[in-house]
């Protein structure tokens, strides 16, 4: 979270600092990373984020012990860059106290809450049973009414992808839950954070009871298995997921979980298991996994034991029980890269759109993913529908304020007649729809709508006038709406908390298909198809039962409709997500003259007036098919999962497939009525009370730190991180000390107090401190070359702003005043001064973060400052710096990394530049080149060497070793203070020096890079060679 | 040049630095010797429950209200079953792995030992000997004697997660791999060994019968009754649901807490089922049953206390409570005792079935209580031990 990022300046003795994109990390920030149990793969284990907890925290001691503070302008390399989490609303948090729960929401989604509190509650008296466990505690549930909104949340200081159902934060036991306009699917979500938040502290508990460390957890498959498996029954994703990973071997028995640890697939296969364990060996072994998870560390051990079996026994029989459900169907099923032709294949592809321009050029225009950053991309394709060349990139997002975001699995495309492609992004705090020509491959239009936060799927009318889509208003319901172009005007269709998604508009114009779950099977996650009658409004169903439909789409002549669906068996198990279709030719209540007699209904006379409806399905794939169009041409496009990958695929013969269906069923609809269905609620006053929301501040992280080094001796601190209920307010305490004598205790302490604000846009920050003791400073202009280590007391205040300008950029200004007396024995010096500084940065950020650094995009950072002493006049300079960094991928895997800095401090008493090491200037010693004028140039190649190494050899699984990558670098600087050619060799002042070499990157555990580096020197501008060198470090790349 | 005060402090020194070290080592070699082991009473409890019926049940007079006497840290949470007492000692093992003496007048150690790694069932005591179940450790049964400080022998094998049972000269009990197993008290030697079916391991302490019969459960729902003596299947049924938590005999019954909800009563000299009663939903886990003078009582997951004819399975009445009832009830001449997981020790009345009394805890209550007259003793979270007595008694002896 920037907030917390853009204050590591005032922190005294930051580390350096840095970003990872949509995953932020730290180097040292007060220690408020906050355990969270999720990540941008879903989850990160608790560990691992307490581990980085305490790194920071003793960085961030030690730091302070060794540098002390930092004048604010001068900070040189304690700057950081990384994106910005914004909060675009000021939400009016409210507290709602149930039995069990204490909930925040904000008054837009009382309805909304009142609902989550039922669900809460109904998920806590079933847990209590399933755990036999009570909570000793209420729970902090916080709930936001769409995903939009949950992005903003200050719970987590990561940035939030679109698929984040929920989290449970192990901190102060917080659930934060969106809702995404589909009540189901809400008490599903509850339900599932409810069996983490039981988990957590059941295991806690028996550890506890056994005297175990607390921190061991369950294995991340198991946990989130779990509360999969009793959130509610196996749905059609799940069947798709384990579907596919089973027909296209991609399937990972139980003992190589870790090899997809994190995935959406690991989630899946937990479920799996779980449901296995509690069919075979009984419902009652899960808790009682949870019970013997003390044993052993090893959880292999802990199955064994509880299902008094070996462990290889029990994979195996989940091996054959897994298989046994779905290998009898292999004879039957389709395989999509087989029967159908591939469009795009490479990376991540959905949401297809056909136009034929007119120039006769046929394109398919889609979402994509092919190497980081999402876009809308267009693939051209001949008359056979063969692609001719690759996918070339309509609209680039994911890099400015404009295209933000996409919504790559909920929002589809849409082309007008004449050529206008509407598509959705998110760009500020909500989303818009834009408007592209594609005849002249220009954005012609963007839309905004001031009360809807979320847009999905806008659909055009034939005419172009209009544009239909989804959206969720602030109370969190689903509902459809009109734009009308001309007019400027916003009709909604429906107002009621039912899900309707997936717009498409009928070629006549008569008609708005639309999937909704307002049916009476509705109430248990089905989705049926319905038409909205744009005359009269008449809502009208097209399929109707226990079944999950999406994405309708109107065949050209608008006889058809087609559309995915996945259906449950007997058994309640979902089959794939087939393609299937549906005459809307005829009215309703009228039998075709001619229907199929093999599929005639017993009894059915021609002039009688059923309300059924034929549907086919035309596929019968392994996994799944989404989004299906047909085309003027008589195709079926649409976007197939296979191996785990989704690709754009195409059939040809679409009237051919639909007369002779793989199955076919009738719908009667005689009987169809309105579902009418709701769930209950915890209304206030009724079953909950009003709470007051008060800004407590809770202790978050308390941790102490000695050092020992020979320059200061042994010092010691602690710092305590305290926040508010919901992250927006952050108050650190920092003391350390590095007397070494008993009489100087008091005088050599120091203290930092600060608290952060970010719950409105522009995050503000203020402290006070006092620093006192020995300093080793490098840049003081003032220390001894050879050991800048020299007594210095400092009392002051800082006060900063960073205000977000969007998601990539952002404007900060820093003041700090602070007394301070210099005491140098070696030079004699005793100062004082009044110190008033003042800094303004400009920050650009827009690039691609990948395990070991950038590897696309670009950041920048620029800064004018000034310090003067008030007082005396001891001080007076100004400070300038530019460091802008490119990124260039030249292929996939290989980038071209370009960074050119410049730092100008003038003045009395300016500080020093501090570069040299492995995170800059290579050849050099760590900080060995110094000046209050540099300028500085990197070039490097990156390339991977072993990207998987634990697929080689799993034994390094266990090492943490996860990626070995290499550079090939230029590095060169040229450092002065009084002249430019001003030789000062024991800085490596007064001339140009540089380094060529290689290097070797080796990630262990996705969160530590180690380096290594060799190479040649040269001094005097590259004139002569100086020497070989070979460094060793650590640190991410620049 | 060394002077004598300079050699005398160096070896005041060292002496110090030996007998620091001598305390150290020595520390580590704890051990529990209660001389009083020997003396023998009828308000003893030196099994699990008092009794080897596990009816829960106790004549012990416990006068409400009652006050907290003292709070003891035995530095382990506990498993299922009760403390056991004698004379002024109580004893009680942790899932530490340790057994802790404690002075019931004043609420200190008396002496503390390591035995495992974790000690899940119930201790049982025996003349002078008590006899341990480890369910982690070198050893998995260990026989101590409390008197003189020394093992008698220590056997190893598969951990034992329950309780025990001494029929004559003989221990026996089932390991979690669901063998049965005999041993002699005297020497450890196995005498006999018994299999549950199917894999089945166990969850529950073994019952004595006065007939000299064990019955084990199995967690799929297995009923055995075995002569303890040989080992002899005398008969074995099953019901249909598992079985987590240990049985209680009334009369002439075994009533067996199913974990699906549902309540067996099964005849113990037929093993034929009497009658079967539904608590809940299969969702819901039974806690052991109490019974006495006729009637059950027993605690479930979803926080209800049930009164119930044990002649027929008829609910009597029952208690709404906001929290899991996971521990047997302690069911006195006048009132039912039942700890929950929400920290909350209740008494209720037998007559009234209304709520008298009831206490917070520090910590959730998940294993059973003992009582003797006056004294009540409750087992809770995090790793305490609590001695109730009544409010009166102080006041009484201030007057």
Redesign the interface.
Known sequence: MQGGISFALMIPGTCRTRSRGNHQRFAACGGWFLPVMYSNRYRKTMQRLARQMTALCLCLLYVSAQHGVRQVASAQTGYHFGYNKIQYEDFDWSLMQT?HFDIYYYPEMLELAEKGAFFAEEAY??L???F???L?HRVPLIFYSSNLHFKQTNLTPGFIPDNIGGFFEFMKGRVVIPANGNLHRFRRVVRHEMVHVFMYNKVN?VM????RPRGRMLPLWFTEGIAEYWSGRPDHQHEMVMRDALYTNQFVPMDGLFRIYGTFVMYKEGEAICRFIAETY?E?KLLQIIDDS??SPSFDQVLS?TM??PFPVISKRFDVWLKSQYYPELSDIQIPSIVAGGLSTKGFNAKPAFFQKSNGERHVYFVGNHGGFSNVFKIQIDESYRPMGDAEVVVRGGRNPEFEAFHLFESRLSISNDGQLAFVTQSGGKDVIHVFDLESDTKTATYRFKNLIAVYSPTWSPDGSKIAFASIGDAGYSDLYIYHIEDQQLQRLMADPYDDRDPSWSPDGGQIAFISDRSSFGKGGSYNVFTYGTADGTIRYVTHGERVDFAPSWSPDGDWLIFSSSIPDSTGRFSAQDIWVTDMSYEMGVRPALASSSNSIPGDVVNSAPAWRSLRRITQVAAGTFDPIWTTDNRIVFTSIEALRFSIRQLPNADSLVSTPRFEEFTDLTFAESGNWTYGTIKLGEGAHEGEFKRKFRLDIAQGAISQSPVLGTTGGVVLAFSDIMGNDRIFLTLFNTGQLQGRFLKDLSMQLSRVQLHKRANISYGIYRYAGIRYDLSDPDAPIGLPRFYETNYGGFGGVSYPISKFRRVEFVTTLNWSRKQIQTAEIDREALLLSNAVSLVHDNSLYWINGPIAGWRARGMVAYTTDVLYSNVSYYSLLGDIRFYTRITQAITWASRFMVGFNQGREARLWVMGGSWDIRGVGLFDVRGKKIWFTSQELRFPLVPAPAIHAPILEVFGISYLGGAIFADVAHAWNTGYSHRQPEIYAGETIGALGAGLRLNLFGAFVLRWDIGYRYRESFRFYDKTFSQFFFGYNF | MRTNSHIRKRSIGQTLLIIGWLVLFVSGCRGIRVEEVSTVSKSDWRQDGGNYSRDRTTSAVLPLPLKLDWRYNAAGAFGAGSPLFFGNTLLVGTRRGDMYAINIEKGRKKGSKRFAEAIEGALVTDGDIVFIPAALGKYNLMAYNLRTGKHLWRNKGIPFETGLVIAADVIVGTDISGKVTAVDRFTGVELWSFELPDLESTYSAPLLLPSGDIVITGEHGSLIRLDAQDGQLIWQTSIPTPIRVSPAIADESLIVSGARGVLFSIDLATGKSIWESRMGSAEVRLASPAASGGKIYLGTSEGKLFEIEASSGVINWNFNGPDVFAAPPLVTDTHIFIGSMGRVLYAFNRETSILDWEFKLDGRIKSAMAARNGELFVLAEPRHVYKFIPAQRGQQNAD
Not at chain 1, 208 to 211: C, I, K, L, P
């Open positions: 039995e008296s079933e209590q049973n399933k036999n466990f009570s000793n508990r506890s009871d056994h005297r009984g009652e003390w044993i034991k008094q079996e």
